[in-house]
């Protein structure tokens, strides 16, 4: 089988903070192929591996997630990855969890005219569950998470009553907030805002800019999930006084059937302190499914050095 989609699409975080921002000014046959530069291998003894080439033309949408002018493979691609490994991994599932991802070194592309290249890795582990890994070129693990099946419905989140925004949509896209480009704007309508949490109206990457992601389903609808990631930077700015980075994420079920936008993003502001928060929230899909739940989603505040454009 054949899945035909670009590349993917947050923000990574090199090992904590500090390294991230060094990252920034350092300057087989195949069975399946999900999506542009992502081979699958055939399964073995070790599990399944896949090589990802990364590039713009397997990834024009990447143009639009710079950071300090490079640009950065965002967690949500990442998320997708590991979800096409799911989906052969657990066939049968209605949902695929995700537990305990974290950031060891983010991937930032330092020429991206020409292929960065990384393998996406699921290995079996004896209670059922697999042990998810991207790893460098040079050997270096870069995300690693746990990966089990999930139920047949994912839960809701409680309501809450948040404050008005206190920025409108076009401001939010402006410098000293969020710095994603065109194809990353994902968030379309704030219907509330503040440091407990949003509540906001997204859409998705083909509603975007169908040229760069690409017109046919994804397994995850990886633009919407990005603005689930951006509301969090948002309710933690007042804190911070400055733009954070995700961390970690302690679990996160995604739908086998992804649905459809415009999506519906609920989200709260668990816990915090200076340096991070802790989120929770809820994807909401067209037809009322959610469509993807993420708990104990940390986001690191990001040193102003690194901060300044």
């Not at 599990?47 to 033309?57: C, S």
């Not at 991994?89 to 950031?103: C, G, K, T």
Request: one cysteine or more.
């Amino acid at each position: 089988a054949m899945f035909e989609s670009r590349g993917v699409g947050l923000i990574p975080l090199a090992e904590g903070a500090a390294a991230f921002v060094n990252e920034l000014s350092s300057g087989d046959a195949t069975e399946l192929v999900i999506g542009a530069g992502l081979e699958i291998n055939p399964r073995d003894d070790r599990g399944r591996r896949a090589e990802v080439r990364i590039d713009r033309h397997s990834a024009p949408q990447l143009d639009h997630h710079r950071v300090r002018e490079q640009v950065v493979v965002p967690v949500v691609m990442v998320l997708e990855w590991f979800a096409a490994l799911a989906r052969l991994e657990l066939p049968q599932a209605s949902s695929w969890v995700i537990e305990d991802f974290r950031v060891l070194r983010g991937l930032v592309l330092e020429d991206f005219e020409q292929p960065t290249v990384t393998t996406v890795s699921a290995a079996a582990r004896d209670d059922g569950s697999f042990e998810l890994a991207v790893v460098d070129a040079q050997g270096g693990k870069r995300h690693a998470a746990i990966l089990r099946s999930g139920p047949a419905t994912l839960a809701g989140i409680g309501p809450a009553t948040l404050a008005p925004s206190p920025w409108t949509v076009d401001q939010i896209y402006e410098p000293g907030k969020l710095f994603h480009g065109p194809a990353f704007q994902a968030i379309a309508e704030l219907r509330g805002l503040s440091e407990a949490g949003a509540s906001a109206r997204l859409l998705g990457g083909a509603t975007l800019d169908a040229e760069r992601w690409g017109e046919r389903p994804r397994i995850i609808d990886a633009a919407a999930v990005d603005g689930m990631l951006q509301l969090a930077l948002l309710c933690g700015l007042p804190r911070f006084d400055g733009p954070s980075l995700p961390l970690s994420i302690a679990r996160c079920e995604l739908a086998a059937d992804p649905g459809v936008g415009p999506y519906q993003c609920e989200l709260r502001v668990r816990d915090g302190s200076a340096q991070h928060t802790r989120c929770d929230a809820v994807l909401i899909a067209a037809d009322g499914r959610v469509v993807v739940r993420i708990e104990g989603l940390q986001m690191f505040a990001l040193p102003r050095a690194a901060a300044a454009e």
